[in-house]
């Protein structure tokens, strides 16, 4: 019962930190793609203002060096043609992209303003699988340490019943069949104060019982 206590215990404390470590990673993620957007928002106002599609290109390649970041894409001031977009293919390599980005992201848009009139739109697309391998590796090692904090568990509760309630029990038994056959000369000396150690002192009471009878039946028996 208490193996089963504790391990329920132990159980909600890891459940506990994977989810907290999901949260500080989705918020850590949601704030790159954030910044990310915001940054770019502010760079890319003379390269959109001149047309310089290059220059674009090149930018959208720099903020990419952060393996997070699955895909950037900028659009025109009506937000309905692609300027430029980069994004990673299956091997995790740079290529030009359509703009068209499918999949479960986090995504943050700015739009790219020179402080009259928006003339493009960027948006960032953070990819989640560091946070999914941090999730699975956060659960692999709470269930690791789980299973290990139940062994010991099951070998100090093993150890402390062997010397608290198992041996004694063992050696009060011994004795009991010792007096069975007739050996009234062993010690019964009581190692606690318990249950088990006021059995112990009702076979010690028993064995000078015994003892006192079989000498009055001697006695007895001289005499006659």
């Not at 930018?59 to 937000?79: K, P, S």
Request: net charge neutral; hydrophobic share 45%; aromatic share 4%.
């Amino acid at each position: 019962m208490v193996i089963i206590s504790c391990t329920l215990v132990l159980g909600g404390l890891s459940a506990f930190n994977t989810v907290k470590d999901q949260k500080q990673l989705t918020a850590e993620l949601q704030k790159l793609a954030r910044v990310t957007s915001q940054r770019l928002s502010k760079h890319l106002i003379g390269p959109m203002w001149d047309l310089d599609k290059d220059l674009v290109d090149s930018t959208l390649e720099a903020e990419m060096l952060e393996d997070n970041i699955q895909a950037i894409v900028v659009w025109d001031e009506d937000g309905s043609v692609t300027f430029s977009a980069r994004e990673r293919d299956a091997g995790g390599r740079l290529i030009k992209s359509n703009g068209a980005i499918a999949g479960n992201f986090f995504k943050a848009d700015s739009d790219v303003n020179n402080g009259t009139k928006s003339i493009g739109k960027v948006a960032v697309f953070v990819s989640k699988q560091q946070l999914n391998q941090q999730l699975a590796a956060s659960t692999i090692a709470n269930i690791i340490t789980l299973v290990a904090l139940i062994i010991v568990m099951a070998i100090v509760m093993t150890v402390v019943m062997n010397q608290i309630i198992v041996g004694p029990i063992t050696r009060l038994a011994k004795h009991a069949d010792d007096i069975s056959h007739g050996d009234l000369k062993q010690s019964i000396i009581p190692e606690s104060n318990d249950e088990i150690g006021q059995l112990a002192e009702a076979f010690h009471r028993m064995q000078t019982s015994l003892r006192v009878a079989f000498k009055r039946l001697y006695a007895k028996a001289k005499s006659a």
